[in-house]
């Protein structure tokens, strides 16, 4: 690595010649039509080397999103250079997932590019949209984690924080699922295959990361104690940068994700020596850390391979954050946490804390007081799961191999800490043993929330009711000796994309009534109350969800062949596959409503399409069952002549942020039905609400607060609350009392246990009923039954009035303000981050 100071110090790249070609000349620069246009067709030809003869659609798709970039790219230069000049506090958001989706869309979008993009194009004789439709997903996430984090960039940008997110570039994101008799199946997500035109290669910011090794003791030269980490096997980590641009200003900041490539110097040893087998299998070892993202919902098993991708995203951000401090301070540490706050989502980057004090204590040699000072005011740490089992652990055993410098640290950080709670609490083991970052036991593990939460001056959780539950139950002890680091950060999600972009007609009409604003202040949608009782108003927006849901019916026709009947009601359920999200409650009521209509083939039903899309991670069987059953049922139900139209199970294969686009403006009817206290918050809940879909849900997570912000009247509520469920978890229930004291659900169960919707198999779904009935029902599937069913009883009769239904839709999103991404931001900025918004000035304010 240079250093920084040379860099700070050189003179400007340009020369007087290109000065003559300054941007505001720059053709490709113009946001005009024809400008636009002569971007298009250059792309075409210099970037892609293609005429009207070989250029294919991705070709044009390309061309499109190169030409976009281009005017990105200004503002994306000036906004790194007014940061600097500036000396502004930054913002890290380190995370092991970004859930991004397509970026073209939102680029045109922000830039105030649509009419004009969407002219030139068409005018060129292609259709916009179809071009749109070839850009693969960024799908470097799991779920609601890598979708906030995408959403939180979206807002930094918007509010123009000086923020950076840092993440690792998977060759292959989330798995493709396809449905194959039922089955998922996955599949390699290629999504780089076909190029990826965001992205810019920075083979200048490459740096060392090292693993194995052993760590050696020796004095310095004023006779301190001193470590040195050596022996390693080095990997490089090389940044690829893709530009975040925020909405209508000049703000564009950067996503930096690591890909690993080898060493040079690595392969040259067997090169030299003439094993070209070993040097390429080096290569592709070293390589293989950032292949591929890891699906696990929860715990790893240990994997070394995740660990080292912890380490490399870890590793690699601290090297780039302390280049870029030094650029401007030097080795002055004293107003690193002035300058740098870093935010952790969830323990996967929770190695910074020691990969920190390592930096302060090997490298830059301060002494531990005044390193762990500065570590302890930089982080602040988010949880998203309460569930004990996802607490992410390392056994001590591969840590001393992988990481053996950071083990020690960490020994010498829990040393201190132990000391310090002893002498509160004098013999007190007991608490000693749960405030432990390590787990004493056969097996030592490292516990990362504890780490986290020793490390850092803030934790909070992302709502209202998870937070509670992590100060009662799950960092009670913390809490006690911390309460003042503990605090709430309720989610939330950007209404750029999640509104303005998915449901164009939706935004038209409301930016129709109450003007614009509500894009970057969501708030001004209470404006929208005024016209609840405004038939025309009303009619409108009927007709909008109408067409909505006639574009997802023609999709789910196109892809699955199956017609459903645009005027039931469309209840979906679409996120994860998990036990705690209960997709099976959901499955127990089709097969409810399935058997009531046979039982009553001529009496009048509110129809309805219940729509169900999630991935289950390869290696949880039960979810994977699930999946299987839902189809299972919708095999039956789709192909009995008796049902009509009266009822359709439909399952969508591998959901997606660009399918969420498509599925949730269509949805009448959104399932937020997790056992209570198990669901941290929630962002599906906040985007089907904001699209005007009424919520069936429990009091868990976010709901909690939706429905304080729409009025108990606009949101169906039922189920146990958190704490009866726990109560019912520590005294103890009888799962076989709700099914003798309910005939339906009797019935229901024993069709499942008799193989009525797996005839050729019919013990398939037998680890089902017995989690049900034999294992406790940990989830609630029985005891939630009977309230849910009524509940949707009475959704059903709502459906009916039409009037009443639409009003509740319209009130809903009026109160959705609360939930805009924008809102958690600032509270992040202002409480833990004090962070402040810097506007960026063009050079040439008229382009
Ligand atoms: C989710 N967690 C929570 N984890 O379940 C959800 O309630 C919350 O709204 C959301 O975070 C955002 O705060 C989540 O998505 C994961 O995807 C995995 C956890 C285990 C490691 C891999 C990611």
Redesign the pocket.
Known sequence: MKTSKKNHKKEPAKSPAMEKLSPSTNEFQGTDIKSLQKSFVNHLEYSLAKDEYSATKRDFFKSLALSVRDRLIERWIETQQTYYREGAKRIYYLSM?FLLGRLLGDAISNLGLSRNINEAITDLGYDPEELMNLESDAALG?????R?AACFLDSMATLELPAYGYGIRYDYGIFYQRILNGYQKEYPDNWLRYGNPWEIERPEYIYHIKYYGRVNEYKDKSGRVRFDWADTDNIIAMAYDTPIPGYHNNTVNNLRLWAAKSTREFNLEYFNSGDYDRAVEDKIESETISKVLYP???FYGGRELRLKQEYLLVSATLQDIIRRYKKTHSDNFSLFPEKVAIQLN?THPVLSIPELMRILLDIEGLDWDEAWDITVKTFGYTN??VMPE?LEKWKVKLLELVLPRHLQIIYEINRRWLGEISQKYPGDEERVRTLSIIEEGEEKNIRMANLAIVGSHSING?AALHTEILKKDVFREFYDYWPEKFNNKT?GITQRRWLKLCNPGLSELITEKIGENWITNLAELKKLENFVDDEAFRKKWNKVQRQNKIRLAEYIHRKLKTEINTDSLFDVQVKRLHEYKRQLLNALHAITLYNRIKANPDSEVVPRTIIFGGKAAPAYAMAKLIIKLINSIADVVNHDDGIDDKLKVIFIPNYSVTLAELIIPAADLSEQISTAGM?????GNMKFALNGALTVGTLD?ANIEIREEVGEENIFIFGLKSDEVSRRRREGQDPRSYYNGNAELKKIIEMIQNGFFSPEEPNLFKPIIESLLNQGDHYMVLADYESYVKCQEKISQTFLDRDKWLKMSILNVANMGKFSSDRTIKEYAKEIWDAKSIPIKLPHPDL
Not at 142 to 146: A, D, F, H, P, V
Not at 679 to 683: F, L, P, Y
């Open positions: 997932e799991n779920g609601g984690l890598g906030l696990r919902d929860d969830d998203h799961t996802a992302v989610n669901e941290a918050s929630g962002t997570g």
